[in-house]
Each structure stands twice: as structure tokens, then as C-alpha cells.
């Protein structure tokens, strides 16, 4: 059964920074991109983030490139985002996601990935 769990949302004030993990299960993490998205209300989900599996290289959205990080540790079966320097527009819940591609292309379209997680809320505060 395949799982992919968030955590580490959470309130924070502008400026401020938070980390996120993903934990997966029940497919071969090693072997697939890894992507974090968001949804805030009213509004699509957009792409955040990516890592490749094979070299952990990455891809960001231009509005958080230079704020965000995402990574990995295969051994965990764990990615995670730093994020840094949030502001009010960061404020959505977190998704990440899974797709079995080989890149080295990092998707950005929701519609690509294969699994998902519930979500985690950010909240960022003025």
C-alpha cells in the first residue's frame, strides 16, 4: 500500500522558516521523482519543487527558487522542503508527490504524478 505522509506545517510569521518532510512507503522511493506542490483556496495547485532520483538534481518554481530547498535521503525513503524567508503568499496546504520517470526532466504538471499525500497546512502570518 502505497504512502506518502507530510508533516512539519504549521503557523509561522513572515520572514520566518519552516521544514517539511515526506515519509514514503510501499513503492521503490529510490527510484522516482520526488515533487512537493501547493493549493490555496480558490486557486489550482501549483509545482514547488522537484528532485530527481538519480542525481538529486532539482527544479523550483521562480517564486520560491531562491527561498526554497528540496532534498532527499533515499535511506529514510524521505524528502523534504526548507523553506526560507516566507511570506503571506507561501500560506497554502503542502502536497508532496511521487512519479516513476526517469528525468532527467523534472515534472511540473500535477497530472503526472502517480501518488500523493494528504497534505500539510503552512500558514503564514503578517
Known amino acids: 500500500q502505497v504512502q506518502l505522509v507530510e508533516s512539519g506545517g504549521g503557523l509561522v510569521q513572515a520572514g520566518g522558516s519552516l521544514r517539511l518532510s515526506c515519509r514514503a512507503s510501499g513503492f521503490d522511493f529510490s527510484e522516482y521523482i520526488m515533487g512537493w506542490f501547493r493549493q490555496s483556496p480558490g486557486k489550482a495547485r501549483e509545482f514547488v519543487a522537484a528532485?530527481?532520483?538519480?542525481?538529486?538534481?532539482?527544479k523550483y518554481a521562480d517564486s520560491v527558487k531562491t527561498r526554497f530547498t528540496i532534498s532527499r535521503d533515499n535511506a529514510k525513503n524521505t524528502v523534504s522542503l526548507q523553506m526560507n524567508s516566507l511570506n503571506l503568499d507561501d500560506t497554502a496546504v503542502y502536497y508532496c508527490?511521487?512519479?516513476?520517470?526517469?528525468?532527467?526532466?523534472?515534472?511540473?504538471?500535477?497530472?503526472?504524478?502517480?501518488?500523493w499525500g494528504q497534505g500539510t497546512q503552512v500558514t503564514v502570518s503578517s
Open positions: 508527490a511521487a512519479v516513476d520517470l526517469l528525468g532527467p526532466v523534472l515534472p511540473t504538471f500535477a497530472d503526472t504524478y502517480d501518488y
Open positions: 528532485i530527481n532520483w538519480r542525481d538529486d538534481s532539482a
